[in-house]
C-alpha cells in the first residue's frame, strides 16, 4: 500500500483540494491517503464516504498546532488514524488527547525552520511515534535530509508526505507499507517497516499557497 500521509483539502484555509479532486487523482495514481488539514477535520466524512465508493483508503488526520507554556508555537503534530478532533494547544496535552484515542503521532517537517520546525524535537522525541523523513514542500533537501539521520540515528520510525495544497502535489510523496489493510499499515508504521518515497515540490508551489491564503483560487472539481 501507498500511502500520502499528508494533504490538505480546501477545508484548510491555504489549499484548494477539492474532495472530489483528492480522490478521483488519488486513484489514478494507485495511492491510499491521509486526510491532515490545518486544525480541522470537516473534510473526514465526505472524504472517506468518497474514498469508498472509488476504492481509494482514508485514514483519518488532523496536522495540529502546538505550544510550550509560554504559548508560543513550537511546530506541528500530525496525528493519524484519529477518530476526534484535537484542538490546538499545549503539545503535552496534544499528544495525551492523542494517544487516548490510539492514534499515531508523527511530526510534521520537523527541521524545516521556515514553516513550523518542532523546536523540542530533541528532548521530546520519545513522546512521538514517527517523525515526518520526506516531505515535498519543504524548500531545502537538507531539511529532510536533517529529520531522516535524526530519525535513523535514534530508530525513530518515519512517515512521508507530499503537504499537497494543490491537486498537482497529490501523491508527490508516499509511504509504503506491506499490507492491502489499514489496520496492519499502522501497526507496521509504528514499528518503521515502511520505506519512503518522494520528490519535492516546486517553488511555484509556494507561490500559489500565499495567492490561495488571499483568496485568489478557487477549488478545482475534477
Ligand atoms: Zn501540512
Known amino acids: 500500500?501507498?500511502?500520502?500521509?499528508?494533504?490538505?483539502?480546501?477545508?484548510?484555509?491555504?489549499?484548494?483540494?477539492?474532495?472530489?479532486?483528492?480522490?478521483h487523482l488519488a486513484r489514478k495514481k494507485k495511492i491510499d491517503i491521509s486526510i491532515t488539514d490545518h486544525n480541522s477535520i470537516r473534510s473526514w466524512k465526505e472524504l472517506v464516504s468518497l474514498g469508498k465508493k472509488a476504492g481509494v483508503k482514508v485514514?483519518?488526520?488532523?496536522?495540529?498546532?502546538?505550544?510550550?507554556?509560554?504559548?508560543?508555537?513550537?511546530?506541528?503534530?500530525l496525528g493519524l488514524f484519529m477518530n476526534e478532533f484535537v484542538k490546538p494547544k499545549f503539545y503535552l496535552e496534544v499528544i495525551d488527547e492523542l494517544r487516548?484515542?490510539?492514534?499515531l503521532i508523527s511530526v510534521s517537517h520537523p527541521f524545516d525552520f521556515l514553516r513550523h520546525d518542532f523546536k523540542l524535537l530533541k528532548t521530546e522525541f520519545k513522546k512521538v511515534d514517527c517523525?515526518?523523513?520526506?516531505?515535498?514542500?519543504?524548500?531545502?533537501?537538507?531539511?529532510?535530509?536533517?529529520?531522516?539521520?535524526?530519525?535513523?540515528?535514534?530508530?525513530?520510525?518515519?512517515?512521508a508526505g507530499s503537504d499537497a495544497h494543490f491537486p498537482e502535489e497529490i501523491g508527490m510523496a508516499?509511504?509504503?507499507?506491506?499490507?492491502?489493510?489499514?489496520?496492519?499499515?499502522?501497526?507496521?508504521?509504528?514499528?518503521?517497516?515502511?520505506?519512503?518515497?518522494?520528490?519535492?515540490?516546486?517553488?511555484?508551489?509556494?507561490?500559489?499557497?500565499?495567492f490561495a491564503k488571499n483568496g485568489f483560487f478557487k477549488p478545482k472539481n475534477y
Open 59 to 77: 485514514v483519518q488526520g488532523e496536522e495540529i498546532k502546538v505550544f510550550d507554556e509560554n504559548k508560543n508555537c513550537i511546530g506541528e503534530i
Open 100 to 103: 487516548e484515542q490510539d492514534a
Open 1 to 23: 500500500m501507498k500511502l500520502d500521509l499528508h494533504l490538505h483539502s480546501f477545508r484548510s484555509s491555504d489549499s484548494i483540494n477539492r474532495p472530489k479532486t483528492i480522490i
Open 131 to 159: 517523525i515526518e523523513g520526506f516531505n515535498s514542500r519543504c524548500y531545502a533537501d537538507s531539511f529532510n535530509e536533517k529529520a531522516k539521520s535524526f530519525a535513523e540515528f535514534h530508530g525513530i520510525p518515519m512517515t
Open 174 to 210: 508516499f509511504t509504503e507499507v506491506k499490507t492491502d489493510s489499514l489496520e496492519d499499515a499502522r501497526k507496521l508504521l509504528k514499528k518503521g517497516k515502511s520505506t519512503l518515497h518522494g520528490k519535492r515540490s516546486s517553488m511555484m508551489v509556494h507561490i500559489k499557497t500565499f
